[in-house]
Structures are given as C-alpha cells and as structure tokens.
C-alpha cells in the first residue's frame, strides 16, 4: 500500500531504504524530508537525509534528538526516494534541528 498523507518539509518519515549498494546507507529506518514543500505537494518523490544513531561526527552530519533518541542527521546520505518506500510517518524535528539542517544543506552546496 501507497503512503498518501502529505509530506512535509521537516517531516522524520520511516523509509525503506534497501536495496542499497557499497557505502550507501541501508535498511529502513526515519530519514528527514530536506525538499521543500512546493516540490513535494507536486511530485511523488521526496529528498531525504537519513538518520542514524551511529557513525561518527562529521561537518556534514547535524546532531539531533528524535522521539527520546539521540543521533545524526546524515546529510553526507541524501536520497531521492519514491513515495513508494515510505512505512509511515513519525513526527517532525524541532525548528531549531530544522534550521542547523537547512543551514548545513546552504553551505554544503555553496557555490
């Protein structure tokens, strides 16, 4: 079955991920919706950042703290995903998270 629901900039999404290949990330887990609204109210793909609770820190990887958890935003990970591959929405992360997110995304593709 489809998910339906609208998806949100800021939305934690529960995706599967696999299959995978090499270094990508792999199972299902929540993943970060980073594309903005306009696009996802008119396409049936998202862009999304994994999360993990493992790994180490690195410039491209924002801490956060989601549904009693703590962990990473991996934005090194971005994936292009079909509605397809999500299992259900989980919540959204807090404005803060959102803004180190979208300002991580701003200085990584800097020109």
């Known amino acids: 079955m489809t998910f339906r629901a ?5 939305d ?4 599967a991920l696999d299959p995978a290949i090499g270094s990508e990330i792999r199972k299902t887990r929540p993943c970060l ?3 903005p609204d306009e696009m996802n109210r008119h396409l049936d793909t998202f862009i999304v950042a994994p999360m993990s609770t493992g790994g ?3 410039p491209t990887r924002v801490p956060c703290r989601f549904d009693g958890v703590e962990g990473h935003v991996v934005l090194d990970q971005l994936r292009t995903v079909d509605r397809g591959r999500i299992v259900r929405n989980l919540g959204s ?3 803060e998270t959102r803004t180190e997110v979208l300002g991580v995304l701003g200085r990584m593709f800097a020109a």
């Not at 609208?6 to 800021?10: A, D, E, F, I, N």
């Not at 934690?12 to 995706?15: C, F, I, R, S, T």
């Open 6 to 10: 609208p998806v949100r900039l800021g």
């Open 12 to 15: 934690v999404l529960l995706v």
């Open 33 to 35: 919706v980073v594309s």
């Open 56 to 58: 180490r820190p690195w």
């Open 93 to 95: 992360i807090p404005d």
